[in-house]
């Protein structure tokens, strides 16, 4: 399929095949996604209100446009994220030392006195505010607004975790994310980039992720599993969605990762996860470096940007290290297994072998 004989007809043969992939397989996806974000949307708005009148600092920013709910994030057909984001961090200074890969903290600044925060409580007797203490919190309330949701015989707390997560109609994985936004600012552990010898992407594009800023979430920090740390319970996780889909805008890149997201689900996902979407997209990031030009994304090129995805794929879990794109100093397979990790690579390469080797693999892939 991506070797061809007849450059020509190969070519053609290929549009076709990916255009039937996504009719068939990424089009039955995204129905199930649809109809996921229905079956949640109304429960998690349901529990948000009812979490905001018993604390109104906890203002539910999940909204229904037009059938579609914005804030809702999908991970997967099955697993969605909220995040909540939280008002009034103008009393904090981001401290981003890159100590904690990542992560970072929010603290007191100098001269403000705890009191001048609408989040007094949670603020450490050294000045930070503790992502974990806003979390509990949080959890304490969403539990309680569970047991009195119209919805309660359909959700349920899950307590194996100290994140805030949701079972609903025990099909599908919610979770609830406390945030702060983070406009018109960057953090320093990501000063790095763009790399100035890459092409892509371009200066304008890059100047317009940075003023997207980024997003600090109240979640269990990968970095810091299996540490002691002191900074444990305050540290909050960098995130930058926003920056991310920007920088996805444009030709067949979301195409791309569409298909990349619908192999995934159907061939790589197994115990431990070692494979997440994450991952996926963010290999598709590095692979915007190497062909940067807006025609090596065409419909046309599209099976030579997935093989390179997957063969790139295939290195990081060889050699057990998958560099965050803004990040690099965050694996994203910490915590994973070497079984994990070996299993999920002779996965991927059966699947590329299968790409590379039959001209009609999208059809039964």
Same mark, same amino acid.
């Given at each position: 399929?991506?070797?061809?004989?007849?450059?020509?007809?190969?070519?053609?043969?290929?549009?076709?095949?990916?255009?039937?992939?996504?009719?068939?397989?990424?089009?039955?996806?995204?129905?199930?996604?649809?109809?996921?974000?229905?079956?949640?949307?109304?429960?998690?708005?349901?529990?948000?209100?009812?979490?905001?009148?018993?604390?109104?600092?906890?203002?539910?920013?999940?909204?229904?446009?037009?059938?579609?709910?914005?804030?809702?994030?999908?991970?997967?057909?099955?697993?969605?994220?909220?995040?909540?984001?939280?008002?009034?961090?103008?009393?904090?200074?981001?401290?981003?030392?890159?100590?904690?890969?990542?992560?970072?903290?929010?603290?007191?600044?100098?001269?403000?006195?705890?009191?001048?925060?609408?989040?007094?409580?949670?603020?450490?007797?050294? +000045?930070?505010?503790?992502?974990?203490?806003?979390?509990?919190?949080?959890?304490?309330?969403?539990?309680?607004?569970?047991?009195?949701?119209?919805?309660?015989?359909?959700?349920?707390?899950?307590?194996?975790?100290?994140?805030?997560?949701?079972?609903?109609?025990?099909?599908?994985?919610?979770?609830?994310?406390?945030?702060?936004?983070?406009?018109?600012?960057?953090?320093?552990?990501?000063?790095?980039?763009?790399?100035?010898?890459?092409?892509?992407?371009?200066?304008?594009?890059?100047?317009?992720?940075?003023?997207?800023?980024?997003?600090?979430?109240?979640?269990?920090?990968?970095?810091?599993?299996?540490?002691?740390?002191?900074?444990?319970?305050?540290?909050?996780?960098?995130?930058?969605?926003?920056?991310?889909?920007?920088?996805?805008? +444009?030709?067949?890149?979301?195409?791309?990762?569409?298909?990349?997201?619908?192999?995934?689900?159907?061939?790589?996902?197994?115990?431990?996860?070692?494979?997440?979407?994450?991952?996926?997209?963010?290999?598709?990031?590095?692979?915007?470096?190497?062909?940067?030009?807006?025609?090596?994304?065409?419909? +046309?090129?599209? +099976?030579?940007?997935?093989?390179?995805?997957?063969?790139?794929?295939?290195?990081?879990?060889?050699?057990?290290?998958?560099?965050?794109?803004?990040?690099?100093?965050?694996?994203?397979?910490?915590?994973?297994?070497?079984?994990?990790?070996?299993?999920?690579?002779?996965?991927?390469?059966?699947?590329?072998?299968?790409?590379?080797?039959?001209?009609?693999?999208?059809?039964?892939?």
């Amino acid at each position: 399929m991506l070797v061809p004989s007849d450059v020509s007809d190969s070519q053609n043969n290929l549009v076709t095949q990916v255009d039937k992939f996504v009719k068939d397989r990424v089009f039955t996806r995204n129905l199930q996604v649809r109809r996921g974000v229905q079956d949640v949307g109304k429960v998690v708005q349901d529990i948000l209100k009812e979490v905001e009148a018993q604390e109104p600092r906890f203002i539910s920013s999940l909204t229904e446009v037009n059938g579609k709910f914005e804030g809702l994030d999908v991970i997967s057909p099955t697993e969605f994220e909220v995040v909540l984001y939280l008002n009034q961090m103008g009393v904090f200074n981001f401290v981003d030392d890159g100590s904690l890969p990542g992560c970072a903290v929010l603290k007191l600044s100098d001269g403000r006195k705890r009191s001048m925060s609408l989040w007094v409580e949670f603020i450490t007797a050294s +000045g930070y505010l503790s992502s974990r203490k806003i979390r509990s919190r949080f959890q304490t309330l969403v539990a309680q607004a569970c047991d009195k949701s119209t919805y309660r015989d359909s959700v349920k707390m899950m307590n194996d975790t100290s994140e805030v997560k949701l079972r609903i109609r025990e099909r599908y994985i919610v979770q609830i994310t406390p945030s702060f936004k983070c406009s018109g600012v960057w953090p320093r552990s990501a000063a790095h980039w763009p790399l100035v010898h890459i092409a892509w992407p371009h200066p304008h594009l890059a100047a317009q992720v940075k003023t997207e800023g980024f997003d600090l979430l109240s979640k269990e920090c990968l970095a810091l599993q299996g540490k002691q740390s002191a900074m444990e319970g305050d540290a909050w996780v960098i995130s930058f969605k926003e920056a991310e889909a920007a920088l996805l805008m +444009g030709a067949s890149r979301k195409k791309c990762l569409s298909i990349l997201k619908t192999l995934r689900d159907r061939h790589l996902d197994v115990q431990g996860n070692p494979v997440s979407s994450y991952v996926v997209q963010t290999l598709l990031l590095y692979e915007c470096e190497k062909h940067p030009r807006e025609t090596e994304w065409a419909e +046309g090129a599209l +099976g030579d940007r997935i093989a390179g995805i997957l063969m790139q794929l295939i290195s990081c879990l060889q050699c057990r290290r998958c560099p965050h794109y803004f990040l690099p100093n965050l694996d994203l397979f910490r915590g994973k297994s070497t079984s994990e990790l070996d299993n999920a690579s002779k996965l991927t390469w059966r699947l590329v072998r299968e790409l590379l080797t039959n001209s009609k693999a999208l059809e039964s892939l």
